[in-house]
């Protein structure tokens, strides 16, 4: 749910790996996923690596910023229609 309440607010998330994550967290469309301390750390330093004049992370927040506009657009009784609505036909 944190998941959904960060995207609404247009914030791409840092997301532990568990089961069915990757419904929402796409890796470098909106976020990234990781297993272990050691891997948050590396995401972490890769995203603040020489900030705010890293122009790859620049480009990357940007693209994240574009989908995550787009999951806005996405209202829940749009979504709702779109996948839940038939099974409770």
């Keep these: ?20 994550i990757n419904e929402l967290v796409k890796p470098n469309e909106n976020g990234y996923i990781f297993r272990d301390s050691k891997e948050l750390a590396e995401q972490l330093q890769l995203w603040f690596d020489n900030f705010p004049n ?13 989908n995550l506009q787009v999951f806005q ?6 979504n709702w229609d779109l996948v839940a609505s038939n099974t409770f036909q």
Excluded: I
């Design 1 to 20: 749910m944190k998941v959904v309440d960060m995207f609404g607010c247009g914030l791409p998330v840092l997301a532990h790996d568990f089961r069915c």
């Design 54 to 66: 890293n122009k790859d992370q620049s480009r990357l927040c940007e693209t994240f910023k574009k």
């Design 73 to 78: 657009e996405l209202r829940w009784k749009e």
